[in-house]
């Protein structure tokens, strides 16, 4: 059902993307692996980042060897292509883990769909790479000063009738830049402006003229690095334009970040699951007054606030995770779903914290670092404030089409009632002369 026109005739169906049956067992059978891992290593790898700040070789090692980080990429390059229905219960397995580890899955299965945007010669270069060796694709768009939409002052100055570009500018909070082997780098056309004048480019680590700055270690997702890269007269070539020239908007939006907006929006559903289940463990346990505090009627209507939270916002992620299988447009519903996500992780958080009571606040407890992470979510891929202005937006210029075609059709309706009359005049006037 749209969501634009929920009140349109004839819209109630059935329709459900295609899938192999065989393709759903295979999901079946890396979620149990998921599932597995999680019990049996992530919490060690946590441990770790947790000490040291920083991601083990091990650990990057230990989710290529799993094949996490193929899940969602074409099955001609190597990958399972796993349709967004199929990953996101996976995905939302591996959220139950420590940030960074989410993270890591995450970029290798969303970022590579900017790459799936560009030519045949770049998708064949870089997507068995990612597969068989593990390549990992930075994105930088966002910048400081800026935003990340067409106020962008990276710019891109064609040189040699458009054989190559020059780069200026500055990116940051570009998560894995140094990790990564190929970034995706979104510029602005010197002297144009507009969606238009964004074009993406596909530049391999080590470019002369792009430099990379580590920033300092966030909140949360310890281990997970971010950078700010500094372009000074980076040259490019015509072959590293990624799309077209003027659709690095396209790119951008509809080719990357949609979908992951939803991918973050149910890595928010893992993680503030987790957070319930260590709550709900957890208030069985805690005695007052010689009763388990889950006994009380407080505690009980906060944990069911919790889950309904977490199921209402699964199932806007299922929901979108449909539509963009069947090839719709997803830009309303994964604004609509991110919103909410941020909205949910962080009640369900504040909640766990809040049930644990003082104990929560160490840094032993196993709440304590999932309130760190789950303000991550609330980042990537926009706040909760870009996500309703595309919601806005989106259901203003609706709003705005409808006016138009009732208006056109009133109009059309009375361009016929009048020549109706004017008919019926006509043979009233023949049947007195006759």
């Known amino acids: 059902m749209s969501i634009l026109n929920a009140s349109d005739e004839n819209i109630i169906s059935l329709r459900q993307p295609e899938v192999d ?46 094949g996490f980080h193929k899940l969602t990429l074409p099955t001609w390059a190597g990958g399972e292509g796993l349709p967004l229905m199929l990953y996101f219960p996976i995905l939302e397995e591996v959220a139950h883990c420590h940030g960074t580890i989410r993270m890591i899955v995450h970029a290798y299965n969303s970022i590579w769909r900017t790459v799936g945007q560009g030519s045949d010669s770049q998708q064949k270069e870089w997507l068995p790479r990612m597969v068989n060796e593990g390549a990992l694709v930075a994105f930088a768009l966002t910048e400081p000063g800026n935003g990340t939409g067409i106020d962008l002052r990276t710019t891109a100055t064609p040189q040699a009738q458009g054989a190559k570009y020059v780069l200026n ?13 190929v970034l995706a780098v979104v510029a602005k056309m010197e002297g144009e402006a507009g969606r238009g ?29 971010h950078a700010v890269i500094t372009f000074e007269n980076c040259e490019v070539s015509a072959d590293e334009v990624l799309g077209e020239v003027g659709e690095g908007f396209g790119v951008a939006v509809h080719g990357f970040l949609d979908q992951s907006r939803a991918c973050i929006a149910q890595s928010a559903v893992g993680l503030a699951q987790e957070a319930l289940d260590r709550t709900l463990e957890f208030v069985q346990k805690r005695v007052t007054f010689g009763k388990p505090i889950a006994s009380r009627q407080a505690v009980q209507m906060r944990i069911a606030d919790m889950q309904i939270a977490i199921q209402a916002t699964r199932l806007l992620c299922q929901d979108v995770a449909r539509k963009f299988d069947m090839g719709a447009d997803i830009s309303l519903e994964a604004s609509i779903a991110k919103a909410n996500a941020i909205q949910m992780v962080g009640d369900v958080t504040d909640s766990a914290l809040a049930l644990f009571g003082g104990m929560g606040y160490a840094m032993t ?42 208006a056109t059709a009133g109009r059309g309706a009375g361009a016929a009632g009048a020549a109706g009359a004017a008919g019926a005049a006509g043979a009233a006037s023949d049947g007195v002369r006759g």
């Open 21 to 66: 049956p065989a393709l759903v067992q295979r999901a079946n059978e890396i979620r149990n692996r998921v599932i597995q891992f999680r019990n049996e290593e992530a919490g060690d790898f946590a441990a770790e980042l947790e000490r040291t700040g920083k991601i083990p070789d091990a650990l990057w090692n230990r989710i290529r060897e799993l």
């Open 169 to 181: 500018g500055v990116k940051h909070l570009i998560t894995f830049a140094e990790e990564a082997s």
């Open 197 to 225: 004048a964004l074009t993406a480019f596909l530049i391999p680590q080590g470019r002369a003229g792009m430099n990379l700055t580590p920033m300092p270690h966030m909140m949360g997702d310890k281990g997970c690095s």
């Open 365 to 406: 407890s196993p709440v304590e670092r999932l309130y760190r992470d789950a303000r991550s979510l609330w980042f990537e891929e926009g706040t909760t404030e870009t996500q309703k202005q595309t919601i806005a937006m989106e259901l203003l210029a609706n709003a705005r089409e409808r006016g138009r075609a009732g």
